[in-house]
């Protein structure tokens, strides 16, 4: 058999039993090896072994011109030389596997620095050829996303290799994502040819791949990707649970094709509406299959359950125009409507989703895209990589991304190859030194796939915008605006109305973060409760380590406490007023302890003294109401120096050091305490209660204003509110 006709054979001849997917199609290796074992072709021609590969790259590109071709064909030339006499564990020439990672990127639109560094990627990692080869060959941009991709020796790094390694891709993919294209490619051939591998091995390289390499997929938009790897891992992973999915997958492809119907009634509203469309039936994949089981509790699923509808169209408006012939001529399921053109995916997805039922009750369910957005939705930021979709601007002119490519709202361009997931990403990543705590985070950042935007009163930007990931807390955020500077936040208000550190944001809400400056504030142990982010749990780790005793005066502060007076300070004698009951005692409430020149009023109590009480006291009413008769009293001229007690109640965020800087703050005006108590934290709010000697009346006013400047003190008043005050909500 000539190359060409067991290249051609190789490229048509699918793996048996499966169904290809999404535009990627499965390559019969042992034939692509052959016609890699014939050689190159002479120097002037396209190599046989990549004729293809160059078709499917002019029929993404048509603008590649010869130049291209050529960088392709001196690529594989010395890929093939280089790995001459190399074979892979399952049998065929090891060429085919840089081979087939670039026909799958070629599928899906990646330009040619890409595929030229595909076809070059374990060049460096595998044979004698160096990084300094291939930049003196194929320039930079090439030499950088081989290094990015190019793993780190086991011999140097040891168990550390493997973590090491991912980070490593990811400080390259911060640069340049196609790195990460490049390492997605290769993890799916290599999981299309895993079967070879021992039990373990294969256990091994599916949990990586579910753990780090699928969320990575999803969130760079790469879902041609994502699905075939999580099916793949599926399978190795859980696979009875597999097996059983695709036999359903099978028992309802024998059956009637339920949702053909539906798509040619929905055919005929659209030529009648005079749109424009194609519609046609998207099968789920096994993974997509058993997550709708288990939604449903398993129980049966019916035919429609089994695929849904794809609309595409030519503009933006004509999607809710589709829209609008859906709702009106079926029954739309309400529920099911979401709009990602107008708010799309973190991921840059973009669709609109609902679910409609026709007269039969057959329910469908339907997304409804322009042809671009769906080139978006299956390569993701490699289909951004295609120069007809990117503006040039967003290119240098070794190919590598320029300034911003998308408009915002403000009119400045940012690049949607540079998400601001992976500036977190690499971030906190400078903050993870230890592999093994690195690995950790990764795992677990990786996990949060979704995103929420809020918008910050003062988030040190001109957008006002933060994105942070789901299930995001104030401490989060906290760190996500100010950095190391997250350590002196001390409440926060969202949407208007003070909330606990710890509440969890949601998308859309307005956030105020309180801080204080201070060198007495820092994060509580509780925060780490609160934290989901790497960035914040780190930093708060980190700070909690260099401050052992931040966790005990974290702790609830006992519920009463009694200072010593201030130096200097007399013990405190009663204030005096007087009534004219003749021979009656005269005695301050302790519930609003008066002091001059407070309105007063007194009530005679037990053993005949009178009671003084501010009037405006709650007792007063009180009283009053019961029938008591009120009594004049009145303050006696030359009352001494230090006869006015008062009460104070000062609400503020729980925080460490909170009663040190209150006291402080008194002791600062000259006051003297003669109690304190403090009551246990609710919701991360706390309320202290000080009775203190004041050396003349208008000193209170002072005081209480000193005590409101303490951060994360929000209220201060005298004691009459007590009866009826709480917590704010």
């Known amino acids: 058999m ?93 060429i085919t596997h840089p081979l087939a990672v670039t026909l799958i990127l070629a599928e899906l639109g990646a330009e040619t620095t890409t595929l030229t560094a595909s076809l070059l990627h374990d060049t460096v990692e595998d044979t004698e050829v160096t990084l300094d080869q291939v930049r003196a060959e194929f320039g930079e941009a090439v030499a950088y996303l081989v290094d990015g991709v190019t793993k780190l020796e086991k011999v140097d790094y040891g168990a550390a290799a493997e973590p090491e390694t991912f980070r490593k891709m990811l400080v390259a993919t911060g640069s340049d994502v196609r790195v990460m294209s490049i390492k997605l490619a290769d993890r799916l051939h290599n999981m299309r040819t895993l079967g070879v591998m021992r039990p373990e091995k294969q256990a091994r390289i599916a949990n990586v791949t579910r753990d780090v390499l699928i969320p990575l997929a999803e969130r760079l938009g790469v879902q041609a990707l994502k699905t075939e790897l999580e099916d793949l891992v599926f399978a190795i992973l859980h696979p009875e649970e597999h097996a059983r999915t695709r036999e359903m997958i099978a028992r309802n492809a024998e059956g009637p094709d339920v949702l053909a119907g539906v798509a040619e009634d929905l055919r005929g509203v659209l030529r009648e509406a005079g749109i424009a469309a194609e519609v046609a039936i998207r099968p789920r994949h096994a993974v997509s299959v058993h997550r709708v089981l288990l939604k449903r509790g398993g129980e049966e699923l019916g035919s429609c359950d089994f695929g849904r509808l794809l609309v595409l169209v030519g503009e933006d408006a004509d999607c809710y125009a589709v829209l609008g012939e859906l709702h009106t001529c079926f029954t739309p399921v309400i529920a099911e409507f979401k709009d990602f053109i107008a708010a799309p995916k973190f991921n840059l997805y973009q669709s609109l989703h609902t679910a409609i039922a026709d007269d039969h009750g057959r329910i469908a369910e339907v997304l409804v895209r322009t042809r671009q957005m769906h080139r978006v939705a299956e390569a993701g930021v490699i289909a951004l990589g295609d120069p007809d979709a990117v503006p040039e601007a967003a290119q240098g002119a070794d190919g590598r991304r320029g300034e911003a490519a998308v408009p915002t709202a403000e009119g400045e361009r940012v690049d949607p190859t540079q998400p601001g997931w992976l500036a977190r990403l690499l971030e906190w990543q400078r903050e993870a030194p230890d592999p093994d705590t690195f690995w950790t985070a990764l795992r677990a950042d990786l996990a949060q796939d979704r995103e929420i935007t809020v918008f910050a009163e003062e988030a040190g930007d001109a957008s006002g915008t933060i994105r942070l990931p ?35 944001l949601r998308d859309g809400d307005t956030l105020q973060l309180l801080m204080d400056d201070t060198a007495t504030s820092g994060p509580g142990t509780d925060w780490l409760e609160h934290a989901t982010t790497p960035a914040a749990r780190l930093a708060v780790t980190r700070w909690l380590a260099q401050h052992p005793g931040a966790a005990a005066e974290d702790q609830p502060a006992a519920p009463t406490v009694r200072p010593t007076p201030s130096a200097g300070t007399a013990p405190a004698a009663e204030p005096v007023a007087v009534t004219d009951l003749p021979g009656a005692a005269v005695r301050l409430a302790r519930c609003c302890t008066p002091v001059p020149p407070d309105g007063v009023t007194g009530f005679v109590i037990r053993g005949g003294t009178v009671a003084v009480h501010r009037t405006e006291c709650p007792s ?31 609400e503020a965020l729980s925080r460490p050091r909170l009663l040190a800087d209150l006291t402080e703050a008194i002791a600062a005006q000259g006051i003297g305490i003669v109690s304190a108590a403090v009551e246990p934290p609710q919701e991360h709010r706390v309320r202290h209660t000080y009775t203190v000697e004041l050396p003349h009346p208008k000193a209170l006013g002072d005081l209480m204003r000193a005590m409101r400047a303490v951060p994360g003190v929000y209220d201060v008043y005298r004691a009459q509110l007590a009866v009826t005050a709480a917590l704010r909500p």
Not at 21 to 39: F, K, M, S, V, Y
Not at 470 to 491: F, M, P, R
């Open 470 to 504: 789901a299930g995001a807390s104030c401490v989060d955020a906290a760190y996500a605006v100010h950095g190391e500077a997250g350590h002196n936040c001390v409440g926060a208000r969202v949407n208007g109305r003070l909330a606990p550190l710890g509440t969890r």
């Open 620 to 650: 007063t009413a009180r009283m009053t109401a019961a029938g008591r008769t009120p009594v004049p009293v009145r303050w006696r001229d030359g009352t001494p120096a230090n006869a006015y007690r008062a009460t104070v109640l000062a």
């Open 2 to 94: 000539s190359a060409d006709n067991a290249l051609d054979a190789a490229l048509a001849a699918g793996t048996p039993g499966t169904t290809p997917r999404r535009g990627l199609r499965r390559i019969d290796l042992r034939r692509l090896g052959r016609a890699a074992l014939l050689g190159p072709s002479a120097r002037d021609r396209v190599p046989d072994a990549i004729e293809h590969l160059t078709k499917v790259h002019r029929a993404r590109h048509p603008k590649a011109g010869p130049e291209a071709i050529e960088t392709l064909r001196r690529a594989y030339v010395l890929a093939e030389s280089s790995h001459r006499g190399q074979m892979r564990k399952s049998g065929e020439p090891y």
